[in-house]
């Protein structure tokens, strides 16, 4: 039998609450490959039941927990190019004027 539009409205609910529960005091954060901890960069770390947490090297304080079918979703628009940045001077696109 189905879950009602209801009934996954809670389950994901239930979901975020035990996920924002979890002690990550002892988790292990990772950044990408190449860079330090002493730069700016995003690092994760991962959680039981495939869960991940997010946060910025330069604020460990704010932590954004997701959960395997989110973090799932996430990566698969990454990696389909969901993400990709238009080019601009910002970010290295264009040339400087």
Known sequence: MAE?????KAR?????DELYALDISGVEW????????????VEIAY???GAVAMRSSLDHDTVLRYTE???????LGARDGEFDLEPTERNGGLAAQ
Not at 4 to 8: G, L, N, V
Not at 30 to 41: I, K, N, Q
Request: aromatic share 6%; no cysteine.
């Open 4 to 8: 009602t539009e209801e009934e996954i």
């Open 12 to 16: 994901k609910e239930r979901e975020r």
């Open 30 to 41: 990772h950044g990408a490959p190449g860079t330090s901890p002493d730069e700016e960069r």
């Open 47 to 49: 959680l039981p039941d």
């Open 69 to 75: 079918a989110e973090w799932r979703a996430f990566v």
